[in-house]
């Protein structure tokens, strides 16, 4: 089932988006029935952002035994609670001189959030329970004493809203001439999650800001997340994914790593804070409150002290047991993993090849069939989903076919790993873009595929020094997909 949701576009913040819409979507998914509603926005205060630095980590000189070391260089190195940053590219990003785009499709996490329910209730009781029972803090821990966690839980932060407009007018000022015409915009669905959701609506604001115009009041397609419903851009719908004999392999190859690193971090913990007592996996939520604090924060300006209690190597171990989860729970490393991105593959190559959606997977066919809900005319596309979902279609696409399997004995950087990373691939806001080109010295047009402004080779289908590959090389390279990938193997 699915809604569609008509803005006049402003950014849209919690404030604003009043509880009765998001109550409204819930009894329209009970109802099991589309129903369109129009939702008028107040205009929002602007945010003025200063985007976090992209610069080297240098090393630590120990200053983790002191608690002194620069938080602030570390916001790349958070898996994906690392807000979005460029990727370098190895590969030119800009479109060639020769080549003019014909058609993209942009696929976005959502923006910066707070910790799940869950989670913020775990790190509000470790907190409290920390600063009950330790009596003496370290020099560089003294901060701890009087922290007041106040974090909320799963929606979206005031940074990641802006994140997702940024995005928007990231989007119009790369792509707005697919769009040219005054009353023109991408078509646009969302996962049917509050922040995705608000994510998608926050792109919008942002695009048709910078595009000059409130908007057409065209619809955001969102697409339910409920049982029983099927969506390519949130998993679910596999049985045997979900609850089968790998669902917890990510779990157990993260475990497997951490047990290189991550004890000796927790005995410097309990070090310098006497009566804490943390446990290994406690200390992995000590660690998690840098990222979290920090996109918080007006701006995520404010880089959390929890950040300064860790080195760049052990910022780097983290990372890594980011990216193990990633991997295989969610990507190549997990048997069915790819698995999960395959109607979303298959959608892609009904838009990129203009013809209809051919699958039998995880896509909504009602949905699919209809020119309203899935049209094949457009030329600029944008969907909003989770990272979850997002490391499954990437490992549809086979962009990280050359990585292999990540050892979970030593940890492996993402430039040895062909690009491999939770940071690299799903932060907070992180996006794909698919590009379709034609090209004055080509017979066929072009695809070319960029993650967080990284352009990523493609691989299988004969690419170009520029990472591309013509159209049709590339719809037959993902023969995976097309065949289905494993899903017979979801209900066995």
């Keep these: 089932m699915s809604s569609m949701v008509r803005h006049e576009y402003s950014l849209v913040t919690d404030s604003e988006k009043g509880t009765a819409s998001r109550s409204a979507v819930r009894r329209q ?15 929002a205060t ?71 329910a869950h989670k913020t209730e775990t ?8 600063q009950e029972s330790v009596t003496e803090y370290a020099d560089g821990f003294e901060f701890i004493r009087d922290y007041t966690y106040d974090l909320g839980s799963d929606s979206l932060t005031a940074f990641g809203q802006q994140q997702l407009s940024d995005l928007g007018s990231t989007v119009h000022g790369r792509y707005g001439g697919l769009v040219s015409s005054a009353d023109d915009g991408p078509f646009v669905r969302a996962s049917g ?14 695009f048709y800001a910078a595009k000059g115009t409130l908007g057409n009041g065209e619809a955001i397609l969102v697409v339910s997340e409920d049982e029983g419903y099927n969506n ?21 190859k993260q475990a497997a790593y951490a047990a290189t690193w991550i004890p000796d971090v927790t005995d410097r913990l309990n070090a310098k804070l006497p009566g804490a007592n943390l446990t290994d996996e406690e200390t992995v939520y000590v660690m998690d409150l840098c990222p979290y604090d920090t996109v918080a924060s007006d701006g995520a300006r404010d880089v959390s ?11 780097l171990d ?12 969610y990507g190549s490393g997990n048997p069915l993993g790819s698995t999960q991105g395959v109607g979303y593959v298959n959608e892609l190559v009904a838009r990129l090849t203009r013809s209809p959606v051919k699958d039998h997977t995880s896509t909504n066919s009602t949905l699919d069939s209809d020119p309203a809900t899935f049209p094949l005319n457009r030329t600029l596309y944008a969907d909003f989903s989770h990272d979850n979902t997002m490391s499954s279609i990437y490992a549809a696409l086979g962009l990280y076919n050359a990585t292999g399997n990540l050892p979970v004995d030593e940890r492996v950087e993402p430039g040895q790993a062909a690009g491999y990373s939770a940071a ?22 072009l695809v070319r595929i960029l993650v967080n402004d990284r352009v990523v080779p493609l691989q299988s289908c004969d690419a170009d020094e520029l990472g591309r590959c013509r159209l049709s090389d590339f719809v037959d390279s993902l023969s995976f997909a097309r065949d289905g990938g494993d899903w017979d193997k979801c209900f066995v």
Excluded at 193 to 206: H, P
């Design 193 to 206: 999650s509050a922040r995705v959701i608000m994510s998608a609506e926050n792109f919008t604001s942002g």
């Design 29 to 43: 998914k009970r109802r099991g029935a589309a129903v369109l509603a129009i939702v008028l926005v107040a205009l």
């Design 46 to 116: 602007a945010f003025v952002i200063t985007p976090l630095p992209h610069q080297e980590v240098e090393a630590s000189s120990e200053c983790e035994a002191t608690a002194s070391c620069n938080g602030s260089e570390s916001t790349h190195l958070w898996g994906q609670y690392s807000p979005f940053f460029p990727v370098p590219s190895d590969l030119e990003t800009s479109v060639p001189d020769d080549c003019s785009l014909t058609s993209v499709s942009v696929l976005s996490r959502h923006g910066s959030r707070f910790p799940t």
């Design 123 to 130: 790190y509000s009781s470790l907190i409290s329970r920390i």
């Design 305 to 315: 002290k929890f950040c300064n209690l860790f080195s760049r190597a052990e910022w």
């Design 424 to 445: 690299w691939t799903v932060p907070f806001a992180g996006r794909m873009y698919v590009e379709k080109m034609s090209c004055a010295a080509a017979d066929e047009e």
């Design 232 to 252: 390519t851009l949130n998993h679910g719908a596999c049985t045997q994914f979900e609850e089968g004999p790998d669902a917890d392999l990510g779990d157990d």
């Design 318 to 329: 983290y990372d890594y047991y980011r990216s193990v989860e990633k991997w295989y729970a």
